[in-house]
């Protein structure tokens, strides 16, 4: 049995007692309530199924309700572009008809039966949303051309300085493409009742726009917006952004070029510049990373785990990519099909018991309900990383090893004793005040928490 004795040493910041009926944002708006404890799950229709259909995809519900996702956030829905297709399928980001179905996935009505499922077993369904580009051969280019940027031979334009060619990029300055792309977006809160919208590359967009999108959708409901961007300013529209400086982070200390002391930096920067009530995402891996720049293993190496649960335990909302739960080891093609192999779940269990602390422990609330990381020091932080949030009587306490040898331990501590559960093993674990250290083993890590 683990002993030891805890004295926090750490930067504090003081979080209001706000109610748990909505999350306030910063204008405004209000995030919905069940974003509090929940962990959001990124579907590939393409890749997840043989079939790569709506209904095929619906065998795994019950898995993923007992996984315990609330958020299914489904990559692009929309028919894909033909002209300058890149590959044999095409990307999902070159939008043909914002309001239509992807045939290859099925039809509108397999995605509102899907949806109407989702919403009785407990999920709430966001879509991607692109609304900066659209294919080459959507029907806007020859009906509105003014919304569009044109090179002098008549060619529509990608996003400048990208390799996107099977796309073209869309007019902001044209007030007509903003009424009709937030019809579009209305479409499918209308015809299906989703909940919300996981926005591509949010900050390439006017945030006029997104700011004119979000209060006139959220007339409709209250829905959840996610920007894939990483800017202070995006909270003025959405209620959560992209963490990707810490997931950047985290990379460069799993390959040596950054220390643990670096996350201490982060987490002052990034309280300073944000709104308090800022909601993060937060991963090791979603569909760009896997297919661009490696998987967890390639990236993380032996620390992927423990990645894992930091990203899961840090104060953001965390995501899961589909196949982290079958520990995929190959980047999927983002062109091409590719079927994602469910015959071992060898990550569900870590996963699953992650997501269950998150509901039942308030100290992990997302946004301003939830409790700050506060650092705790140790006598070897060059390889162990330690911290806790808490939260009236919850608390949560995090301590990794990220060096490959077994390590000894030494928290610098000095208070009462306390009883915790070990999260993973449900060991009960007590600490007192004579024994301050213990043993992790190489690239290994510990969750404990307490409701007391």
Known sequence: MLKTIFLIISICWFVPNVGLGQIKN?????TPAWVENACIYEVNIRQYTPEGTFKSFEKHLDRLQDLGVKILWFMPIQPIGQKNRKGTMGSYYSVQDYTKVNPE??????FQNLVRKCHQ???KV???WVANHSSPDNPWVTAHPEWYFFDSTGKVQPPSGTDW?????LNYTKPALHTEMIKSMNYWIKKCDIDGFRCDVAGDVPIDFWNKASQVLRAKKPIFMLAEWENPNAFSAFNADYGWELHHLLAKIASGEKKLTDIDTYLTINSAKNPKNAIHMYFVTNHDENSWNGTIKEKFGPLGDAFTAFTMIWNGIPLIYSGQEADLQRRLPFFEKDNIDWSILSKQDLLKKLIILKKQNQALVNGENGAIPKRILTRTDEATYAFKRTKEKDEVVFIMNISPNKTLVKLKSNFVSTSYTNVLSGEKVQFNVNENEFTLPGFGFL????HE
Not at 165 to 169: P, Y
Not at 447 to 450: A, D, N, S, T
């Open 26 to 30: 910063s204008n405004s708006n209000t």
């Open 105 to 110: 996935f099925g039809t509108l009505k397999d």
């Open 121 to 123: 077993m407990g999920f």
């Open 126 to 128: 966001i879509i991607d």
């Open 165 to 169: 060619w099977d796309v073209a990029k």
């Open 447 to 450: 969750i404990l928490e307490c």
